[in-house]
Protein backbone atom coordinates (compact mmCIF):
# COMPACT_ATOMS: atom_id res chain seq x y z
CA UNK A 1 0.00 0.00 0.00
CA UNK A 2 2.59 2.56 1.10
CA UNK A 3 4.34 1.80 -2.07
CA UNK A 4 1.64 2.55 -4.33
CA UNK A 5 1.03 5.55 -2.69
CA UNK A 6 4.53 6.16 -3.15
CA UNK A 7 4.56 5.92 -6.78
CA UNK A 8 1.18 7.61 -7.06
CA UNK A 9 3.16 10.87 -5.63
CA UNK A 10 5.82 10.64 -7.47
CA UNK A 11 4.27 10.49 -10.52
CA UNK A 12 2.23 13.33 -10.30
CA UNK A 13 5.09 15.38 -8.70
CA UNK A 14 6.98 14.39 -12.35
CA UNK A 15 3.89 15.30 -13.93
CA UNK A 16 2.89 18.65 -12.82
CA UNK A 17 4.65 21.48 -13.74
CA UNK A 18 4.51 25.11 -13.32
CA UNK A 19 1.32 26.52 -15.31
CA UNK A 20 -0.51 29.53 -15.59
CA UNK A 21 -3.77 27.65 -15.20
CA UNK A 22 -6.12 30.43 -14.91
CA UNK A 23 -5.27 32.38 -18.52
CA UNK A 24 -8.78 32.37 -19.38
CA UNK A 25 -9.13 29.93 -22.33
CA UNK A 26 -8.83 26.29 -22.90
CA UNK A 27 -7.32 26.41 -25.97
CA UNK A 28 -9.54 24.63 -28.22
CA UNK A 29 -8.86 21.61 -26.09
CA UNK A 30 -11.64 18.77 -24.98
CA UNK A 31 -11.45 16.18 -22.34
CA UNK A 32 -7.26 16.08 -22.49
CA UNK A 33 -7.15 19.95 -21.93
CA UNK A 34 -9.63 19.71 -19.10
CA UNK A 35 -8.36 16.68 -17.50
CA UNK A 36 -4.91 18.64 -17.21
CA UNK A 37 -5.91 21.45 -15.68
CA UNK A 38 -6.29 20.31 -12.38
CA UNK A 39 -3.41 18.33 -12.41
CA UNK A 40 -1.19 21.06 -14.38
CA UNK A 41 -1.53 24.10 -11.71
CA UNK A 42 0.28 23.60 -8.32
CA UNK A 43 -2.76 25.51 -6.60
CA UNK A 44 -5.35 22.70 -7.82
CA UNK A 45 -3.45 19.71 -6.82
CA UNK A 46 -2.41 21.05 -3.22
CA UNK A 47 -6.27 21.68 -2.60
CA UNK A 48 -7.56 18.38 -4.23
CA UNK A 49 -5.08 16.14 -2.84
CA UNK A 50 -5.53 18.39 0.85
CA UNK A 51 -9.81 17.39 0.05
CA UNK A 52 -9.27 13.69 -0.19
CA UNK A 53 -6.22 13.87 2.56
CA UNK A 54 -8.50 15.79 5.00
CA UNK A 55 -11.10 13.00 4.32
CA UNK A 56 -9.31 10.15 5.13
CA UNK A 57 -7.72 11.94 8.22
CA UNK A 58 -11.72 12.56 9.74
CA UNK A 59 -12.46 8.62 8.74
CA UNK A 60 -15.64 7.48 7.96
CA UNK A 61 -18.15 8.59 6.22
CA UNK A 62 -15.68 12.06 5.40
CA UNK A 63 -13.63 9.82 3.57
CA UNK A 64 -15.71 10.04 0.80
CA UNK A 65 -18.43 12.91 1.54
CA UNK A 66 -15.50 15.17 1.22
CA UNK A 67 -13.90 14.13 -2.27
CA UNK A 68 -17.98 13.99 -3.67
CA UNK A 69 -19.09 16.95 -2.28
CA UNK A 70 -15.83 18.65 -3.96
CA UNK A 71 -16.67 18.20 -7.61
CA UNK A 72 -20.91 18.29 -6.77
CA UNK A 73 -20.19 22.03 -5.69
CA UNK A 74 -17.36 23.18 -8.19
CA UNK A 75 -20.05 21.83 -11.12
CA UNK A 76 -21.90 24.72 -9.75
CA UNK A 77 -19.01 27.67 -9.77
CA UNK A 78 -18.37 26.19 -13.28
CA UNK A 79 -22.01 26.95 -14.27
CA UNK A 80 -21.69 29.84 -12.74
CA UNK A 81 -18.02 30.47 -14.84
CA UNK A 82 -19.40 29.45 -18.01
CA UNK A 83 -22.70 31.74 -17.72
CA UNK A 84 -20.17 34.69 -16.64
CA UNK A 85 -21.20 35.48 -12.97
CA UNK A 86 -18.81 37.30 -11.44
CA UNK A 87 -16.93 36.35 -7.96
CA UNK A 88 -14.89 38.29 -6.45
CA UNK A 89 -11.41 37.50 -5.46
CA UNK A 90 -11.33 34.19 -7.62
CA UNK A 91 -7.95 33.30 -7.30
CA UNK A 92 -7.72 34.71 -3.42
CA UNK A 93 -10.21 31.77 -2.90
CA UNK A 94 -8.29 29.20 -4.62
CA UNK A 95 -5.11 30.04 -2.76
CA UNK A 96 -6.83 30.09 0.26
CA UNK A 97 -8.14 26.52 -0.12
CA UNK A 98 -4.68 25.55 0.09
CA UNK A 99 -3.66 27.19 2.98
CA UNK A 100 -7.21 26.67 5.11
CA UNK A 101 -7.18 22.99 4.59
CA UNK A 102 -3.38 21.97 5.07
CA UNK A 103 -3.66 23.99 8.55
CA UNK A 104 -6.89 21.73 8.86
CA UNK A 105 -5.08 18.48 8.34
CA UNK A 106 -1.64 20.14 10.50
CA UNK A 107 -3.30 21.16 13.32
CA UNK A 108 -5.76 17.62 13.01
CA UNK A 109 -8.56 20.34 13.33
CA UNK A 110 -11.66 17.77 13.28
CA UNK A 111 -14.71 20.12 13.35
CA UNK A 112 -18.50 17.97 12.76
CA UNK A 113 -18.93 16.79 9.43
CA UNK A 114 -21.15 19.38 8.33
CA UNK A 115 -18.18 22.26 8.77
CA UNK A 116 -16.09 20.04 6.90
CA UNK A 117 -18.08 19.60 4.06
CA UNK A 118 -18.86 23.49 4.01
CA UNK A 119 -15.31 24.47 4.11
CA UNK A 120 -15.06 22.14 1.33
CA UNK A 121 -17.47 23.52 -0.36
CA UNK A 122 -16.95 26.97 -0.37
CA UNK A 123 -13.47 26.53 -1.90
CA UNK A 124 -15.31 24.21 -4.75
CA UNK A 125 -16.72 27.09 -5.90
CA UNK A 126 -13.85 29.32 -6.10
CA UNK A 127 -12.22 26.14 -8.24
CA UNK A 128 -15.56 25.55 -9.90
CA UNK A 129 -15.67 28.58 -11.68
CA UNK A 130 -11.78 28.74 -12.58
CA UNK A 131 -12.68 25.76 -14.65
CA UNK A 132 -15.81 27.22 -15.75
CA UNK A 133 -14.48 30.82 -17.27
CA UNK A 134 -12.20 28.83 -19.24
CA UNK A 135 -15.00 25.85 -21.15
CA UNK A 136 -16.44 28.29 -23.34
CA UNK A 137 -13.50 28.54 -25.60
CA UNK A 138 -12.99 24.68 -25.37
CA UNK A 139 -14.06 22.35 -28.72
CA UNK A 140 -16.05 20.52 -26.66
CA UNK A 141 -17.23 21.95 -23.29
CA UNK A 142 -18.64 18.38 -22.29
CA UNK A 143 -15.58 16.27 -22.92
CA UNK A 144 -13.45 19.74 -21.16
CA UNK A 145 -15.76 19.54 -18.33
CA UNK A 146 -16.02 15.35 -17.75
CA UNK A 147 -11.90 16.08 -18.36
CA UNK A 148 -11.34 18.03 -15.21
CA UNK A 149 -13.75 16.20 -12.97
CA UNK A 150 -11.79 13.01 -13.54
CA UNK A 151 -8.57 15.10 -13.15
CA UNK A 152 -9.81 16.12 -9.79
CA UNK A 153 -11.04 13.21 -8.58
CA UNK A 154 -8.09 11.44 -9.26
CA UNK A 155 -5.85 14.10 -7.48
CA UNK A 156 -8.55 13.30 -4.21
CA UNK A 157 -8.06 9.56 -4.61
CA UNK A 158 -4.16 10.34 -4.21
CA UNK A 159 -5.18 12.35 -0.69
CA UNK A 160 -7.64 9.24 0.47
CA UNK A 161 -4.48 6.96 -0.71
CA UNK A 162 -1.90 9.20 1.21
CA UNK A 163 -4.63 9.49 4.19
CA UNK A 164 -4.80 5.67 4.87
CA UNK A 165 -1.50 5.94 6.47
CA UNK A 166 -3.57 7.54 9.28
CA UNK A 167 -4.10 4.08 10.67
CA UNK A 168 0.00 4.31 12.14
CA UNK A 169 1.19 6.66 14.35
CA UNK A 170 4.37 7.60 12.17
CA UNK A 171 1.60 7.63 9.54
CA UNK A 172 -0.27 10.47 11.39
CA UNK A 173 3.06 12.62 11.78
CA UNK A 174 3.49 11.85 7.97
CA UNK A 175 -0.26 13.27 7.23
CA UNK A 176 -0.19 16.46 9.62
CA UNK A 177 4.00 16.95 8.18
CA UNK A 178 2.16 17.38 4.05
CA UNK A 179 -0.82 19.24 6.15
CA UNK A 180 2.22 21.75 6.74
CA UNK A 181 3.61 21.47 3.55
CA UNK A 182 -0.17 22.28 1.54
CA UNK A 183 -0.46 25.31 4.11
CA UNK A 184 3.25 26.45 3.30
CA UNK A 185 2.07 25.93 -0.90
CA UNK A 186 -1.29 28.06 0.14
CA UNK A 187 0.18 30.67 1.70
CA UNK A 188 2.77 30.83 -1.11
CA UNK A 189 -0.04 30.99 -3.56
CA UNK A 190 -1.76 33.64 -1.37
CA UNK A 191 1.60 35.63 -1.51
CA UNK A 192 2.56 35.68 -5.17
CA UNK A 193 5.60 33.62 -3.81
CA UNK A 194 4.62 30.64 -6.08
Known amino acids: MVRSVGFAVVFLLATVCVAVAHTG????????TGFLHPIMGWDHVAAMIAVGLWGAFLGPPAIWLLPVTFPLVMAVGGALGVAGVPIPG????????????????????????????????FFAIFHGHAHGTEMPGAASPMAYAAGFVIGTGLLHLVGISLGSL?????????????GAVIALAGLGFLTGVL
Do not use: K, N, Q, W
Open 25 to 32: EAAGGGFV
Open 90 to 121: IETGIAASGLVMGLAILLAFRPPLVLAAVVVA
Open 166 to 178: ARYDSGVVAIRGL
